[in-house]
């Protein structure tokens, strides 16, 4: 995260970046609702290698790991055994973060989630054989998804600095409940709710030049948005939050190792 990059991490700042994450995900997936579902990628009875979307992602993080891609704490590789090292060289970074950082990973569930939960919600029923451009969008938004929710490594490191006295105790007592009491801000939840929203609802307009557009907003208009702004909220509401919470606690819970 670049604002990781020597100035002290404040929470305004790590907010920030998850603002603009959101983006991210919701272009991510605009982008894919223009293919339909095309179950067929997912399969894996047609190769050994498995489904052509696990082929895909495993064969595009070699060459991003060869670009000089995850070095970063919130850049977390789907499969990481065997992955090479970076061919050219990479600028060195100053580490913001617990040694722990780069060991947590809840890539596995944001897998199952979007494949089982998340695509059937945003992808309409169909087959148009568009295979290899279908997984490369399904990588997009892994790869968004994943970023955003791992950021909460830099979120509970800027919680545990801001309020020691508070942390300590139930990370020495290893009470995970205690920790997502104290790291979860239902308000700000609620914002973020809305605003994925809302951004969904702006993003995905159909833009032409004889409508007016910004104009419409409400559920007068999703009906012909690329993807449901409901949708979004849900993502953020059922998976987003609580995975990057997870993620703020399995950190949090190495914090004083
Ligand atoms: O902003 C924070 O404080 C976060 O921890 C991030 C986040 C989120 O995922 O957006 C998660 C938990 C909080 O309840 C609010 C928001």
């Known amino acids: 995260m670049d604002a990781g990059g020597g100035e002290q991490l404040r929470l305004a700042a790590v907010r920030d970046q998850l603002i603009r994450e959101e983006d991210s995900i919701v272009f991510a997936l605009i982008e894919r609702a223009k ?3 095309n179950t067929p990628a997912y399969s894996a009875a047609a190769a050994a290698a498995g489904s052509l979307a696990e082929f895909f992602v495993r064969e595009a993080e070699v060459l991003h790991a060869k670009a000089g891609h995850y070095q970063k704490p919130e850049d977390v590789p789907f499969f990481s055994q065997d992955l ?6 990479t600028k060195g970074r100053p580490k913001v973060l617990h040694p722990f ?6 890539n596995d569930a ?3 989630m979007y494949f089982n939960e998340l695509l059937p919600l ?3 029923d169909g087959d148009d054989g ?3 451009e279908t997984v490369a969008l399904d990588f997009a938004c892994l790869q968004a998804l994943s970023r955003r929710i791992h950021c909460g490594k830099y979120v509970a490191e800027v919680k545990f600095k801001d309020a020691p006295q508070d942390y300590s105790p139930p990370i020495r007592a290893k009470d995970t409940n205690a920790l997502m009491n104290l790291l979860t801000f239902t308000a700000v939840e609620e914002k973020v709710k809305k605003r994925v929203e809302k951004k969904a609802r702006i993003f995905g307009q159909n833009v032409t030049l004889e409508d007016s557009v910004g104009k419409q907003d409400g559920d007068a208009c999703d009906s012909h948005c690329k993807v449901d702004p409901k949708v979004l909220s849900k993502l953020y509401d059922m998976w987003v939050m609580p995975l990057t919470k997870d993620v703020e606690v399995e950190y949090l819970l190495r914090r004083l190792d």
């Open 84 to 89: 090479p090292p970076p061919v050219f060289p």
């Open 122 to 124: 945003f992808t309409a």
């Open 101 to 106: 950082a780069s060991l947590v990973c809840v």
């Open 35 to 37: 293919r339909p579902r």
């Open 110 to 112: 944001i897998w199952k």
């Open 130 to 132: 568009n295979y290899a």
